[in-house]
């Protein structure tokens, strides 16, 4: 494993705006083609509270229902090559996460770990598809854990070069499994979820969103509302106007609980150790 960097000062500003630049062109092609997205997690709570970036924030979120989502893929080309391309297992053969992300053209993003992976790197926005969810509570706790287990086959990859004793063993053993496997798993899923559907939805490739604040009622803690993701507003960000949902409150208390409520020193440390970075030419 390589040694792990942090980002300076100004290489922290720069990747801020960096990713700003690919939110920027996102929306105008989601805008274009009347596609909804929102800005979510702690970008939203950055627009809430700081109108931009949390300042020790580095990366950028954007959730999308799943019939969205598939239209946005279908207009992926619309994007400027010059400024980011769009990242998934279909775009990229080696790619091995359940999201997609935009990927900033001309970059390296290297993160500690995961330097064997064979995928694309690049500086990147997180790009999330809302899936439906059973109505069910026990429906929901066992698509957790089947969806539990399909993201670990595609994690194994990574961690069967970071583990040690038992849990390498384990992980190697798991990245036999083809990470086919884990992909059609979650396309069973997304293939029955639609934007009219009553169901609530969550990324089934990323622990449920719920799970994060503990006080949720457990009925809640696996998916949220649809209309989190179809009421929209629009919120400056840094000087760019871009969309989030209306009921900001009711999502950042799901999420954070009390979101006003700054962490401290501990909380604010940056996200992911890299091991290589380079930014788009100036």
């Given at each position: 494993m390589s040694r792990a960097k942090e980002l300076s000062a100004d290489q922290f500003r720069r990747m801020q705006l960096t990713e700003l630049d690919m939110l920027v062109d996102f929306d105008r092609v989601?805008?274009?083609n009347g596609i909804s997205y929102v800005l979510f997690g702690g970008s939203l709570l950055g627009a809430v509270r700081h109108q931009g970036y949390i300042p020790w924030d580095d990366d950028a979120d954007i959730g999308m229902l799943r019939e969205d989502y598939e239209r946005f893929k279908a207009h992926m080309d619309e994007l400027d090559p010059a400024v980011c391309y769009f990242q998934d297992h279909d775009t990229d053969p080696e790619y091995r996460w359940g999201y997609g992300k935009l990927r900033r053209t001309g970059t390296k993003y290297v993160r500690v770990g995961q330097e064997h992976l064979k995928c694309k790197t690049g500086i990147f926005v997180d790009v999330f598809p809302l899936d439906d969810i059973p109505l069910s509570l026990p429906g929901q706790i066992l698509q957790d854990w089947h969806c539990f287990c399909l993201r670990k086959i595609l994690w194994s990859e990574v961690a069967r070069v970071n583990s040690r004793g038992f849990w390498k063993c384990w992980f190697t053993l798991l990245s036999k499994i083809p990470?086919?496997?884990?992909?059609?798993?979650?396309?069973?899923?997304?293939?029955?979820?639609?934007?009219?559907?009553?169901?609530?939805v969550r990324c089934l490739s990323f622990p449920a969103t719920g799970t994060l604040y503990k006080k949720n009622p457990i009925r809640e803690r696996y998916g949220m509302p649809k209309a989190w993701f179809t009421d929209r507003a629009e919120y400056s960000f840094e000087g760019k106007t871009f969309y989030s949902s209306r009921e900001y409150d009711t999502v950042l208390r799901y999420i954070y609980g009390d979101y006003w409520q700054l962490p401290d020193e501990k909380g604010r440390e940056q996200h992911s150790p890299f091991s290589e970075i380079e930014f788009p030419a100036e």
């Open positions: 989601c805008r274009k990470a086919s496997f884990a992909f059609a798993g979650y396309e069973r899923y997304a293939r029955k979820s639609r934007n009219s559907s009553p169901n609530r």
